[in-house]
C-alpha cells in the first residue's frame, strides 16, 4: 500500500504564488510516477501535472508557463510550484501517484486534497 499526503494549499489573491508538497510513503518502490489533479466545484476532475521518475513531465495546457512540478526522489516528494495563479486555478488539488501507464492514466493512489483558492 501507498499513502500520500498533501500540504500547501490556501488562499492567495490573483497573480501571486503557492507552493503544493506531497509525500509518499509506504510500498513506494511501485511508484514510478508521482502528479496533481484538480477538481474545481461541479466539474470533473483534471490533470493538472505529471512527473516520471526519470524527469519527464506533462502539463496541462492551461497551467503551461505558470506552474512547474518537481521530484525529489531521496524524499519521495513531489512539488508544484504555482505562479501568477488566476481566479480559475481555485480548486481542491489531489496528489496522485502509482506506477506509470500512460499520461492519461492516473496512478492507484490519491491523497485527500487540499484547497487552493484565489481571489479576484
Known amino acids: 500500500q501507498v499513502q500520500v499526503v498533501e500540504s500547501g494549499g490556501g488562499l492567495v489573491q490573483a497573480g501571486g504564488s503557492l507552493r503544493l508538497s506531497c509525500v509518499a510513503s509506504?510500498?513506494?518502490?511501485?511508484?514510478?510516477?508521482m502528479g496533481w489533479y484538480r477538481q474545481a466545484p461541479g466539474k470533473q476532475r483534471e490533470l493538472v501535472a505529471r512527473i516520471t521518475t526519470v524527469g519527464s513531465t506533462n502539463y496541462a495546457s492551461s497551467v503551461k508557463g505558470r506552474f512547474t512540478i518537481s521530484r525529489d526522489n531521496a524524499k519521495n516528494t513531489v512539488y508544484l510550484q504555482m505562479n501568477s495563479l488566476k481566479p480559475e486555478d481555485t480548486a481542491v488539488y489531489y496528489c496522485?501517484?502509482?506506477?506509470?501507464?500512460?499520461?492519461?492514466?492516473?496512478?492507484?493512489?490519491w491523497g485527500q486534497g487540499t484547497q487552493v483558492t484565489v481571489s479576484s
Open positions: 496522485n501517484a502509482g506506477r506509470f501507464a500512460g499520461w492519461g492514466i492516473p496512478g492507484d493512489y
Open positions: 509506504g510500498s513506494i518502490l511501485s511508484i514510478t510516477a
